[in-house]
């Protein structure tokens, strides 16, 4: 991948999420022109494969519609760039990803070099569940592929240009790539890291929100790094939920950290000062601590009812 493609892919792809979209999916006409577009920004492509509109199956027809306009269906759609493809024109493309030639109304998701990533017949692309299980596994295995072949091996080269750790980072930040926390982490532990890699690396901690990222976070604020802290209260709630062991624990000073970071998470209304944690009375106290548990465990429990599953 080159230095400029993914610079692409980050400001695309979080432009892309940002965005509010409603409706249904936008599908595009222009397949080669969707083909150089993939190409130059990075993101997978979700192909609507069709034959002709007297051999579409109108009851098939009228429940995929009302797929493509699901809410989740639409949200996920921006990861991709969909197109439709006629099947009689494109026979060579069904005959890579090995689709029947006589494939009507399927889906295919594929990299954008044209490398199948998945595949959806129908009759499944007339359930928005089962459509947008399709396109979370088929879009978690391009980003995976992306970070094992192209970003981890960047990320681990001792003498890597600060411009490519910087572009490796933007891409996992823009795409979600959980899996790569571990690099992050071990990418911060070398000596004399560029001070703007390095703030990078707290904000991709604070955005991954893993297991991981959320004790290194602890480890270094702990430690008293500001801006290890600082990422803390950019976390999610259900990495703010991960906290609540620090909460009202034997360190005072991670106890107020995590205190402020998991109430600033989370919208806690009217937290409590500073000067409240070093009043003598324990019983309020613990009530306090145990009323911030809550909500944070609520707060974390819609979170990972909305988001956990397609992220």
Excluded at 232 to 254: F, V
Aim: some cysteine; hydrophobic content about 40%; overall charge positive.
């Amino acid at each position: 991948m080159t230095r400029l493609a993914l610079s692409i892919a980050g400001v695309v792809f979080l432009a892309a999420s940002a965005s509010a979209q409603s409706g249904s999916i936008r599908w595009s006409m222009d397949v080669k022109g969707s083909i150089a577009r993939a190409k130059s920004t990075r993101l997978p492509l979700m192909f609507y494969v069709i034959g002709r509109s007297s051999d579409r199956p109108h009851d098939i027809e009228r429940e995929q519609k009302r797929a493509f306009a699901n809410p989740l269906v639409v949200q996920l759609s921006q990861r991709f760039i969909p197109v439709k493809l006629s099947r009689s024109r494109y026979e060579d493309l069904l005959e890579k990803w090995q689709v029947p030639r006589q494939a009507n109304m399927w889906i295919v998701f594929t990299t954008p070099d044209g490398d199948k990533l998945g595949v959806l017949d129908s009759p499944g692309a007339t359930k928005a569940d089962s459509l947008a299980q399709k396109m979370n596994l088929s879009f978690r295995l391009y980003r995976q592929q992306m970070f094992d072949r192209e970003l981890r091996p960047k990320m681990e080269e001792e003498k890597a240009p600060v411009a490519d750790l910087k572009i490796a980072l933007k891409a996992i930040d823009a795409f979600t790539i959980l899996t790569a926390d571990q690099s992050v982490i071990k990418l911060m532990e070398r000596r004399r890291l560029d001070r703007g890699v390095q703030k990078m690396c707290y904000d991709v901690l604070a955005k991954l929100s893993t297991s991981a990222c959320v004790n290194e976070l602890l480890k270094r604020a702990a430690d008293g790094d500001q801006q290890a802290t600082a990422a803390l209260s950019k976390c999610t709630p259900g990495a703010a939920e991960q906290m609540l062991a620090e909460l009202g624990g034997d360190d005072p000073e991670l106890h107020l950290i995590v205190y402020r970071a998991v109430t600033k998470i989370c919208k806690v209304r009217q937290p409590k000062s500073d000067r409240f944690w070093s009043g003598k009375n324990e019983r309020i106290k613990t009530k306090e601590v145990e009323r911030i548990k809550q909500l944070v465990r609520e707060t974390a429990r819609r979170w990972k009812e909305q988001y956990e599953e397609y992220r």
